[in-house]
Structure formats: C-alpha cells, structure tokens
C-alpha cells in the first residue's frame, strides 16, 4: 500500500508539476535585452513599457542595454539565452528582417531562433526639408529631384535602418535618383538639415517631434498609409500615389525560439495590457510613437509579409553591412 502511495504521489507531480510551474510565470525577474544605448528611442519605450508590464505582474522587468553591430550582439545573445520566458529582446526591423540581408552571416537566424511576442509602436517616417527651403508642396519637391538630382541628397540616420530603406523603395517608387547621405544616428542627420547643409532626410516622428514643433524642420509627407494627426495637414506618400507601401518602422518583442507557448502567451497579453493603458499610450504619442497592441499570431503575420519583401528590396540595391 506505502508502495502503491509513492508511485501515486510521484505520478501525481509528474503531471502537475510542469503545468504549476507555467502558471507561475513569472516567479523572478525578467531581462529585456535593447541592442542600442541607454536613451535612444528603443531604450525609451521598452523602459516605458516594461515599467507598466512589472506593475501588473509584480517582478521586476530589467532593461538590459547590449548595444553594438546594427543590434546583431544583443540579438545573438538573447537567441542563444534559455527559452523559459525570463530574457526577451526590443527588435526592430533591421534586427529581425533587414540583417538576413545586410550580413553574408549572422550568428542567428531571426525566423529559426525566435518566437514573436508582439509588436510594440511604429514610429512613423517622414520626408522632412528645412523649413527656408521654401517647398510647401511634397509634389513639387519630387519633380524638381527628377529634374534636377544631384541637388538634393538625402540625409538619413544611416545605411541599411528603416530610414534608409524607406529612402530606396520611394527611389524606387517615384522614380528618382538620389544620393544617400548616412549619418551616425538620426540626431547628427537633423543637425545637418536644420543646418541647412543637407536639403532633404528621411527623418522619424520620434527623433524630430520637438524640432518640427520647434519651427525647426518642415515635413513634406509621412510615409504612413493615411495622414498622422501630429502633423495635421501633411499628406502621406500613399495617399498622393508616391509610393505603394508603409515601409516597416516598428518595435516588437521576440523571444528564443523554443520558449513554452504558454510562456509566450502570457508575454503576449501582458504586453498587450500595457499597451492599452491610457497613460501608456498617451506617453507614446507625446514621444511620436503609435502603440500596437497585438497577438503573438498577428505579429507573426506581419512579419512573414515583410520578410517576403523588404530584404529583397535591400538585397537589390546591393546594401551590405559587412
């Protein structure tokens, strides 16, 4: 009979003993590894975020700053980490999409070695001029490069990020042949244009909001698919038939590939939570960024289509980081 009891005990924490553990989650701190310095943009939304993400599920949730090689270092490091939940990634398009394209080899495969979240907040793109350049008219701006090229290179944060590759498909799109001028980092391209010693930048919504405030830098157009209410009167590029998509310039969460699907979930809807908490979102607007609570899945979804398009784009063009 005492035999016949231990078995049953031990059967008995055979099967509920992992399913205990899962529900626990999470039962100690959680790392979010940002592939850039402490202070840029990705380092402010995911400290924003994860804030509230420790508020609800009361651990701590530790921003992790692992910056260097286009954001490949903190990829590599949370790809090889244990999949249990505890250390996740901020990605951006250049570290799950653009560096397939980027690098002949990178230690990881984003679509192998991690398992996605959800998305964070797209922070919109836009084509901005010095506000003496005198261009009220995005169209008249794109003739006059058609026409005349070689006055008007463009400015952007540096090659292969969301804004140079959003600078290569409205090339593509419009027609132009423009110099590309990359900077180290969007705050060094806003200088110069303000400056007046570069024309035109592709410029983004949360680097340039107090500049464009400011009376500093005029924006053109967004490359958004319908016009930002920050910039009320500003055409989108789709909607004036300029170009066709919204190039991606989103933060996601990711997470190491075999991560359990329960763990997962629980990321999923804690992040979505945060995202829908009114000051949350209105802090996110106020930097310029559009939050974007969403499901594991529909992230998913969202990144198969791109990856289906952007690094061929890159690829194409003959962009190398190498």
């Not at 500093?216 to 910039?231: E, G, M, R, S, Y």
Request: proline share 9%.
């Amino acid at each position: 009979m005492r035999k016949l009891l231990a078995v049953s005990i031990v059967l008995a924490c055979a099967v509920h003993g992992p399913a205990r553990s899962q529900e626990s989650f999470p039962s100690r701190p959680i790392k979010w590894v940002v592939g850039t310095p402490a202070g840029g943009g990705t380092d402010i939304v995911a400290r924003l975020v994860g804030t509230q993400m420790q508020k609800q599920m009361a651990q701590p949730l530790v921003v992790d700053n692992k910056p260097g090689a286009g954001t490949t270092i903190a990829a590599d490091y949370v790809a090889k980490s244990t999949p249990d939940g505890y250390t996740i990634l901020a990605a951006d398009p250049g570290t799950i999409m653009f560096s397939t394209a980027l690098y002949a080899k990178l230690p990881y495969d984003p679509v192998r070695d991690f398992a996605p979240v959800g998305l964070l907040a797209r922070v919109p793109l836009l084509l901005a001029v010095h506000p003496g350049s005198g261009y009220e008219d995005v169209r008249q701006l794109v003739a006059d490069m058609r026409a005349t090229p070689e006055k008007f290179p463009v400015a952007t944060s540096g090659i292969g990020g969301p804004h140079h590759v959003a600078l290569e498909f409205l090339k593509d799109q419009a027609q132009l042949k423009l110099a590309h001028v990359p900077y180290k980092g969007g705050a060094a391209a806003l200088q110069d244009v303000m400056a007046g010693v570069v024309p035109v930048m592709i410029a983004d919504l949360t680097s340039a909001i107090g500049h464009i405030k400011g009376g500093k830098l005029k924006v053109l157009a967004t490359f958004n698919a319908q016009p930002l209410t920050d910039l009320p009167g500003v055409p989108s590029l789709v909607q004036l038939n300029l170009t066709t998509r919204v190039p991606p310039s989103y933060l996601s969460v990711v997470a190491p590939a075999k991560t359990p699907p329960e763990v997962i979930d629980k990321l999923s809807s804690e992040l979505q939570l945060a995202l829908s908490d009114r000051d949350v979102q209105a802090r996110l607007r106020d930097m310029g960024a559009e939050p974007l609570p969403t499901t594991s899945a529909q992230m998913k979804q969202q990144w198969t289509q791109d990856m289906a398009i952007w690094p061929a784009l890159i690829r194409s063009k003959g962009i190398t980081l190498d």
